[in-house]
């Protein structure tokens, strides 16, 4: 992986160029460290290659993947260069050779809720893409099979987002005798 | 080892030592692996609506997808499930036959949704663990303990020792009611009728130990953030030695009912093939990749709570088949016994809980005579404790596999986001690929090999 990548996507949030320098880089995306782990940053661009360049450094089994919506916490950190988005897919991966870990949180703005799916890298993301896009209704490129898969195929909206609120379904109880 | 450095635990001598004990994955190999599996080989993606639509046509006459092959003929769309007896629960199977061989399949779930993750974004941290804990059923501590450990992350905290080591002997209880219960479905699956009675019996001596230390059969809500719920009660010592006594005999009747038998080998043995690059590629995790010789147990590699003080053996297969992950849950409930008796020997005296102000409530005689206790208590029950902003990441070995918790806080006393990565959700994806070419007839020796627990694939 080139470094270049990493420096491109941090000048697209960044006008000057000092705080492009004091980004820590790994595979040529930005890293931070959250409670003892890895985090990488890539954008959506570099996700597919990120992840292909993890594969081949042992980072062998895609463990999970997951979505976020950030709607009522805009605020959270990030390294400098990323810009938050309103979703993140984060991303779990395992190197069991070396027994380590390592996350990616890639962000996914909420007028173009797509993001490229790690299908052909890592098969067994399909099915935690079809979750997360059932629930956040964030989309992935390359799926084989974008459809819902916990809720019924017909239902409308996206549970998991932070506009959907509970207690939104009404509840249907049988009618009972009195 | 500290549990909130645990799921990231990495330094170079753990390494060194990892890469002799786990097996050697090539990239060629899981190369070759890819190629099969992002194939529409085995997985059949097709709607619900349009599958409803092939078994209805199959009435009269028969669906032929464009690839059918025009020699051989005809295919059909077959439904098995939601309601089929041997599902466990409500799973349900699209298969696409040619004659009685399966030739792909899909699973579709959802029937036991119930929105359990998003609930959890509304349920304070003293409240979550309720909700994970009905996730998985026939191992709900494991949810919570996962659930703890993030929270315990984002916090900051770390439960004391004592209960660190009550979590262990607990969770190892739990996996061996859940394994029981596997041997006892099994069996019945593949009609083995007295199995189910013995594996059952035995479970239930197992959930009797933990009905006596946290109150409840099932759904024990008993490890919480900061510690367990309660101390190990009076004579807890005497109950789990009269749990673990008569196992290993009862063990060894089940081998001989089973283990040997030329029936029960004959329906397992080679039936639901998978390899280890099959099984990594997939993400696969627990006794499914165990099966095929690829030695990954978080206890040993990743360890979490007090693993790393006792001592146990991570049960292996060689063919990746069905007879090799029963004769893999029948040697893990051995382990486990090994586990709990050394737990026994070392059981620390000192707190149950963190004597924490801000995550743990005051004793229940405190708040008679304290009104300072009495509020602070109030608190806790109604508002919950805030933890700091953040995200983390804390998975522990269920009896399914990884069972993870990806937790972020927006420094409320809630949970922004609590994501549960069940172990049977992901393994469910290797259904198709166990089934593929294979006959009907081994469907139910297949799902039930991979043990799923619909709950925790639905949550």
């Known amino acids: 992986m080139s470094l270049d990548e990493g420096v491109g996507a941090a000048e697209a949030a960044e006008t000057d160029d000092e705080p492009v320098a004091s980004v820590e880089l790994a595979y040529g995306v930005p890293v931070t460290t959250s409670h003892g782990q890895q985090v990488l940053h890539p954008s959506r661009e570099q996700l ?42 984060v991303v779990g991966f395992l190197d069991p050779a070396a027994r380590r870990r390592l996350r990616l949180r890639v962000q996914i703005p909420a007028d173009d809720p797509t993001c490229p799916s790690l299908f052909a890298v890592h098969p067994g993301t399909e099915a935690l893409e079809r979750e997360t896009f059932d629930m ?24 998991l987002r932070k506009d959907y609120a509970i207690g939104q379904i009404p509840v249907q109880f049988k009618a009972t005798h009195s | 080892m500290n549990p909130a450095d645990t799921p990231t635990a990495s330094d ?122 009905r996730m998985d059923y026939a191992s709900p501590l494991f949810s919570e303990l996962a659930f703890s450990l993030a929270a315990e992350q984002l916090l900051g905290i770390e439960a004391p020792p004592r209960a660190q080591w009550i979590r262990m002997l607990m969770c190892e209880m739990n996996r061996l009611a ?21 594996g059952w019996r035995e479970r239930e001596e197992v959930l009797r130990f933990l009905e006596m230390v946290s109150g409840l059969r099932m759904n024990h809500n008993f490890i919480r953030v900061g510690g367990v719920a309660a101390d190990l ?57 165990r099966s095929t010789g690829y030695a990954w147990d978080l206890r040993r590699d990743q360890p979490y709570l007090h693993y790393d003080e006792v001592d146990f053996d991570v049960c292996v297969g060689t063919y990746g088949d069905s007879y090799d992950r029963y004769a893999i849950r029948l040697a893990e409930i051995g382990e486990s016994i090994r586990i709990i008796r050394q737990v026994l020997d070392k059981m620390p005296t000192g707190d149950y809980r963190i004597q924490d102000k801000k995550v743990t409530p005051p004793p229940r005689a405190r708040i008679d005579e304290s009104m300072e206790a009495l509020i602070h208590h109030f608190k806790i029950f109604t508002e919950g404790f805030k933890v700091p902003e953040g995200e983390t990441y804390a998975a522990v070995e269920s009896p399914r596999g990884e069972l993870g918790c990806y937790m972020v806080s927006d420094g409320s006393g809630k949970p922004f986001r609590m994501h549960i990565r069940g172990p049977s959700f992901v393994n469910l994806q290797t259904l198709p690929h166990l089934m593929a070419d294979s006959l009907i007839a081994d469907t139910v020796a297949i799902i039930s090999s991979v043990d799923p627990i619909l709950g925790e694939v639905d949550r």
Not at chain 2, 14 to 31: C, N, R
Not at chain 2, 42 to 61: C, G, I, N, P
Not at chain 2, 178 to 198: C, E, I, K, P, R
Not at chain 2, 275 to 280: D, K, M, P
């Open chain 2, 12 to 133: 170079a001598g753990q390494a060194a030592a990892a890469a002799a004990t786990a097996g050697k994955i090539s990239i060629e190999a899981l190369d070759a692996a890819l190629v099969h599996l992002t194939s529409d080989h085995a997985v059949l993606r097709m709607s619900e609506t349009k599958a409803a639509e092939a078994t209805a046509e199959a009435a009269d006459a028969a669906f032929e997808p464009a690839d059918a092959d025009p020699v051989t003929g005809e295919r059909m769309i077959m439904n098995m499930g939601p309601a089929h007896p041997s599902t466990h629960g409500v799973l349900r199977l699209i298969l696409e036959l040619e004659g009685e061989t399966i030739i792909r399949s899909k699973p579709v779930i959802g029937y036991l949704h119930t929105g359990m993750e998003k609930t959890g974004e509304d349920l304070t941290y003293v409240q979550g663990c309720t909700n994970v804990t």
């Open chain 1, 136 to 159: 956040f209704g964030i989309s992935f490129d390359g799926h084989p099979d974008m459809t819902r898969i916990l809720m019924p195929e017909d239902w409308v909206g996206h549970p």
């Open chain 1, 48 to 89: 597919v290659d990120t992840v292909r360049a993890l594969r081949d450094d042992g980072y062998l089994m895609c463990i999970d993947s997951c979505g976020v919506d950030y709607l009522t916490h805009p605020g959270r950190s990030l390294p400098a260069g990323i810009q938050a988005e309103r979703f993140e897919v």
């Open chain 2, 178 to 198: 859940s394994h029981l219960l596997f041997q006892a479905t099994n069996g019945m699956d593949l009609g083995a009728v007295s199995m189910m009675l013995y």
């Open chain 2, 233 to 289: 009660p009076d004579g807890w010592r005497d109950e789990a030695m009269r749990v673990l006594e008569p196992l290993p005999e009862r063990i060894g009747e089940f081998d001989v009912l089973l283990t040997n038998q030329p029936i029960w080998r004959e329906r397992l043995q080679g039936v639901g093939v998978i390899t280890a690059e099959e099984a990594i590629a997939l993400g696969t995790t627990g006794p499914i990749l």
